[in-house]
């Protein structure tokens, strides 16, 4: 994108020149030569794409012109009004509409075959008999392994309309034979809610990663559980949820607000102000509540952590959120592109906005992580900047700011060390997940009917894997060394074993049994049940 920027001023100066030079030197008609006297800003912009089109000496793809112009122009607004090109439009809309027509597989192209990680519940995979570790060799004929295939053209093969059939020939190494299978392609759903499970007798947890169109339901059916459970007491995990529809956001929050209650005001260009209330419907209005934050919660998240804040529901636990207070609408470009413009401003019921200030352009906008990690205020609550004019009170007394995130009632540190930060940029990229693959690939068998609790109860990470993945990790991460942090590597490393054979939930079970933030709402049960006494 950089070099399209740098070149682009050289791109329209050589257009321009050669639009005049040509100008000077044919007959156009009267009609052509309007072209120059119009006013219009959109008949220039388009004039201009012609000109290169069908007049300009070379041959110039205009179509990354316009991305390019598009994402210009965009640029000079704010940092969240964006372009999706069409490339990426698809992907895009089935993570907010949260849900695909497919197989229902996760999978990795390994020594060049789509190996299956592990079906998705539900899906017509798991129905077919698919199991992780099973190689996709062929779908209708098509075949799908070699030197070129790719992770693309794979997904539109196994991707097709609803109800649709694919011939599947599938190899399984643990077997040494080939089946043959006729799948179904269905709704998959791309779920939301991460985890949903039982801290303690009476305290649930439910981790949303983002909110999406079936995000609600999601939640609805694991919060419905968990008190079918006998749960009292829950914790809202709302830690790197970037955000998404408002729509979500605020029917979350209505489950533990009270009718009338103010739970959003928005306010647009033309000042018009919308207010947003809960309704009658609520499952949870009297039980107690936990909801934690990060710097990396944003928008949506910190519509439903505001909107508790300010009517003094729960306690925020965590880190100062990101802070995104701007209101995005999607709208189509017509060529299967769009743009995701900025229409409002949101407010929390206190009337404050949390939307940090971007005047200066948005590489300092999302450094900022950098400037909190210099000034302190991850590790310390009272590193955190705010100012008195932005203060303002809920309707119990407690003070909040506004000015940039959501600050949290009861502050857990980051833990910075470069230990910690290796461990966490290792877990995300990719490469322990594939380790453990491999991994599963040798030892499949001796997991083989294992239930998650046994698992989870019985099955050590020993000395020899930790230190087989650390080594592993050298080798491709240039020498990254994590043979400090031993007992974490080893609670990741089981983690990601507990997510390829049993999914994301047990992965969130085992990755939290020592997070700092859900210890330290074990500690404030701790101190409540004592005071009770």
């Not at 129905?127 to 030197?147: P, S």
């Not at 729960?314 to 900025?342: C, H, N, P, Y």
């Not at 933030?517 to 101190?527: R, T």
Request: net charge neutral.
């Amino acid at each position: 994108m950089g070099n399209q920027k740098k070149y682009l001023p050289l791109w329209i100066g050589l257009a321009l020149a050669a639009g005049v030079f040509i100008g000077s030197k044919l007959n156009f008609n009267d009609d052509t030569e309007k072209i120059f006297a119009t006013s219009s800003k959109k008949d220039k912009l388009n004039r201009l794409i012609d000109y290169i089109d069908y007049e300009y000496v070379d041959k110039v793809n205009t179509d990354s012109i316009v991305d390019v112009t598009v994402n210009g122009i965009l640029e000079n607004l704010d940092p969240h009004s964006v372009y999706i090109p069409k490339s990426e439009y698809q992907h895009n809309a089935d993570d907010m509409r949260g849900a695909f027509t497919g197989i229902g597989v996760s999978f990795y192209i390994y020594k060049d075959t789509i190996a299956v990680i592990r079906s998705i519940e539900g899906g017509p995979a798991e129905k077919a008999g698919i199991k992780g570790g099973d190689r996709i060799l062929y779908a209708d004929g098509k075949k799908l392994f070699g030197e070129l295939v790719n992770r693309d053209s794979i997904s539109n093969y196994l991707k097709g309309t609803i109800n649709s059939k694919v011939a599947l020939d599938v190899y399984r190494p643990s077997e040494n034979k080939v089946l043959e299978l006729k799948v179904r392609r269905k709704q998959v759903p791309l779920v939301s809610v991460d985890a949903s499970y039982k801290l303690a007798d009476d305290l649930g947890y439910i981790k949303i990663n983002r909110f999406s169109e079936t995000t609600f339901k999601e939640f609805e059916t694991a919060l419905d559980n968990l008190k079918d459970q006998g749960i009292k007491k829950l914790v809202l995990d709302l830690r790197n949820n970037p955000g998404g529809y408002i729509s979500t956001a605020e029917r979350v929050v209505d489950e533990f607000l009270e009718k009338d209650k103010l739970v959003l005001i928005t306010k647009n260009k033309s000042g018009d102000i919308n207010k947003t209330y809960a309704t009658r419907r609520g499952d949870f209005e009297h039980g107690k509540l936990y909801v934690l934050i990060n710097e990396n919660s944003a928008s949506a998240s910190e519509i439903v952590a505001g909107a508790l804040q300010d009517n003094d529901k729960g306690t925020i636990i965590g880190r100062r959120s990101f802070g995104k207070g701007l209101v995005q609408r999607e709208m189509s470009l017509g060529d299967g592109s769009a743009v995701r413009l900025t229409i409002a401003r949101y407010y929390t019921p206190t009337g404050r906005s949390i939307q940090r200030p971007y005047g200066n352009g948005n590489d300092t906008y999302y450094s900022d992580y950098e400037k909190r990690y210099r000034n302190g205020e991850l590790i310390h609550a009272d590193s955190i900047k705010v100012a008195d004019s932005l203060k303002y009170k809920t309707p119990k007394g407690k003070v909040v700011y506004g000015g940039g995130g959501i600050i949290p009632d009861v502050f857990v540190p980051k833990d910075t060390s470069v230990e910690n930060e290796t461990l966490q940029y290792v877990s995300r990229s990719g490469f322990m997940s594939y380790f453990i693959f491999e991994y599963l690939e040798k030892n499949r068998d001796m997991f083989k009917g294992v239930k998650f609790e046994d698992f989870r109860k019985n099955f050590i990470v020993d000395e020899k894997l930790s230190t087989e993945f650390i080594e592993y990790a050298k080798f491709n991460e240039a020498q990254i060394d994590l043979s400090n942090y031993t007992e974490d590597l080893k609670r990741t490393l089981k983690a990601n074993i507990a997510q390829q054979l049993f999914g994301p939930n047990e992965y969130e079970i085992i990755l939290n049994e020592n997070d700092p933030m859900l210890l330290k709402v074990l500690e404030l049960e701790a101190v409540n049940h004592l005071d009770k006494k």
